[in-house]
């Protein structure tokens, strides 16, 4: 996997783009494991996207900085890295500052969007982010687990609720980056499709 410092390459990025994670938790290292076993990788254990105040009215953010937008847990529990937005810890879809994550030890990788429609979309996404930028983590265990198991697939989670892979895998459908999937379904190693973005390159503090 290639490594690059951040500030030498933070101006290629760019919102949309993938970011994926990889922890040390209990939590992290089990959805590792089981994506291993189950689907063949188990290199990362989360993803989220990029977004600037460019695509997204990011209360409290600042022009020139990039963001993740992701569905997480966040504060002192954690990686003590806050909500941009409320300045709080939350369990759900938040904003959080990338460099702030990578100076936390975070391991993250950016995966470049091949074709990456967001200045085309961005009134789009903007809609998605006033319905759903509030919206709580899916801590519901079944709709998880269909994620890897095809045989739940009638299981449903909750409309407003999102694990990490599938809030990604929703707003890339919804701006055409991926079409007939189902986002319940997505697991976070199956976004590093060759397709669909390029290989991560891991980003150096």
């Known amino acids: 996997m290639r490594k690059k410092a951040f500030q030498d390459i933070k101006h290629k990025i760019q919102p949309l783009d993938l970011l994926v994670f990889r922890g040390k938790d209990f939590v992290s290292s089990t959805i590792r494991v089981v994506q291993k076993k189950f689907l063949g990788s188990g290199d990362w ?104 198991f095809s045989c739940m697939s009638k299981v449903k989670g909750s409309k407003d609720k999102f694990f990490c892979s599938e809030l990604v895998a929703t707003i890339y459908v919804l701006v055409g980056v991926i079409e007939d999937v189902d986002p319940e379904t997505i697991a976070p190693v199956e976004l590093l499709n060759k397709k669909l973005v390029k290989k991560p390159v891991l980003l150096l503090y």
Request: glycine share 8%; net charge positive; proline share 4%.
């Open 45 to 148: 254990s989360h993803v989220g996207l990029v977004v600037t105040t460019d695509l997204l009215p990011i209360k409290n953010g600042k022009p020139g900085k990039l963001y993740v937008w992701e569905s997480t847990m966040s504060g002192r529990l954690t990686d003590g890295v806050y909500d941009t937005e409320s300045g709080k810890a939350k369990f759900g879809v938040q904003i959080r500052d990338l460099e702030e994550l990578l100076a936390a030890s975070c391991e993250i990788g950016w995966c470049r969007l091949r074709v990456n429609p967001w200045k085309e979309k961005k009134l789009m996404v903007q809609e998605f982010y006033k319905k759903h930028g509030k919206a709580t983590y899916e801590y519901n265990i079944f709709p998880l687990f269909k994620t890897i």
